[in-house]
């Protein structure tokens, strides 16, 4: 799950990193009040978006005087900021941070993030901080460089002095430096982290460190331990055809084809999204019901594919394993009677009772194909498709 920037420095400085004072705003008048409160500007007008790249995109102004302050909110309010993370649909502004600016001598790149190579935390840093650390990523990877984390020791001050000083920090610094990134990787653990980015990292002009942007990602198997953390969820950045398959526990993940798919099971997904595009069409969706399907769960995940106006096409490939066929079959006939599924509907089932499950189908009198095997099932889909 992502968070705002502004609640990700909430929970930074309740561990005592150091991130600059500021508020969030909803309209332009609130902007310039809390530009008084927060003292003299210069001020930083941030809008609040689940995407990177706000600078580029016009989402990140400073302004010299409070009433600078009103207008830049006043025109980021409602704005639809486009950046390289937020695809060319762009996301709608709806709330701006205000800050207290600062003098900034220079800028670095710190984050934490999960490898899977190593199965361990690792922190990853650069001296070459800012807007343009995916280019330092991708044309100098030389200038990033890694520390693996101990699971069971932790971040050790000795891995965050060796971090301070391969960012070039003079010894004043690094004395900041220790603390403040054994403070960063602590929050990473208590909260949960899949991913802590501070992008920049700054040195002020009177040399202090400071976190001058925060994301925080946190795992959303782990939300159940952090009912706070879960409050701040905001569903106006999310897909809200994901939203709603959430709310049963679906697993939904929206593409660019037409043909919508229905499994059960990750890796039957992926297998299912393979074999479509093998037969030469693409799938509109990852839509995964899980072990435990029911009738009102995969009727809702008909509604939910149908709602995307893309889809041209259903394959159902279910496994039934604990469960049987024959109950897989009847909520699918169930859910096709209720929803009113009006495109080619292909299904393919396997496992318990799968005889049981096809005759359920073929008896129910709609314009439902069986498949035997998913080839057959992919090549029975797309060509419906295709006409």
């Not at 001020?43 to 706000?54: D, M, S, T």
């Not at 040399?207 to 001058?212: A, D, N, R, S, T």
């Not at 129910?364 to 998913?374: H, K």
């Not at 080839?375 to 295709?386: R, S």
């Amino acid at each position: 799950m992502n968070i705002h920037e502004y609640q990700a420095k909430a929970i930074l400085r309740n561990f005592g990193v150091p991130v600059p004072d500021g508020h969030v705003v909803y309209n332009s008048n609130s902007a310039r009040d809390w530009a008084k409160r927060l003292g003299e500007g210069p001020w930083a007008v941030k809008a609040q978006i689940h995407a990177g790249g706000r600078g580029k995109g016009g989402g990140v102004k400073i302004a010299k005087t409070a009433d600078e302050v009103k207008q830049f909110t006043r025109d980021m309010m409602g704005m639809t900021l486009v950046t390289h993370q937020t695809g060319p649909e762009g996301k709608l502004v709806k709330r701006v941070l205000i800050e207290s600016g600062c003098n900034i001598a220079d800028e670095f790149y710190v984050s934490f993030l999960v490898d899977r190579g190593t199965s361990k935390v690792t922190l990853m840093a650069s001296a070459e901080g800012g807007m343009d650390i995916e280019e330092v990523a991708a044309n100098t990877p030389e200038k990033l460089f890694f520390e693996v984390i101990d699971p069971v020791v932790g971040l050790t001050a000795f891995q965050a002095r060796k971090v301070a000083f391969k960012l070039g920090f003079a010894i004043a610094q690094v004395k900041q430096a220790v603390p403040l990134l054994m403070n960063l990787y602590t929050a990473f653990i208590e909260a949960d982290c899949a991913l802590l980015e501070i992008n920049p990292l700054v040195l002020t002009a009177d040399g202090k460190l400071l976190c001058l942007d925060a994301k925080l990602n946190i795992d959303d198997n782990a939300l159940f331990r952090h009912i706070r953390i879960r409050d701040l969820r905001d569903y106006d950045e999310e897909d809200p055809m994901e939203t709603a398959a959430s709310q049963y526990d679906l697993s939904y993940i929206a593409l660019d084809g037409n043909i919508g798919c229905m499994v059960n099971g990750a890796g039957l997904a992926m297998a299912t999204m393979d074999i479509i595009q093998h037969y030469g069409a693409a799938p509109a969706n990852f839509l995964d019901v899980g072990g435990s399907a029911t009738i009102e769960r995969v009727t809702e995940a008909f509604k939910i594919i149908l709602s995307d106006k893309k889809v041209e096409g259903i394959l159902v490939n279910i496994f039934g394993g604990i469960m049987k066929c024959d109950v897989i079959a009847t909520g699918i006939v169930e859910a096709a009677k209720q929803v009113g599924v009006k495109i080619p509907l292909v299904v393919r089932l396997e496992g318990t009772n799968v005889a049981l499950g096809k005759k359920i189908l073929a008896e129910s009198g709609l314009d439902i194909v069986t498949a035997d095997g998913m080839a057959d099932a992919a090549q029975k889909i797309v060509t419906a498709v295709k006409g």
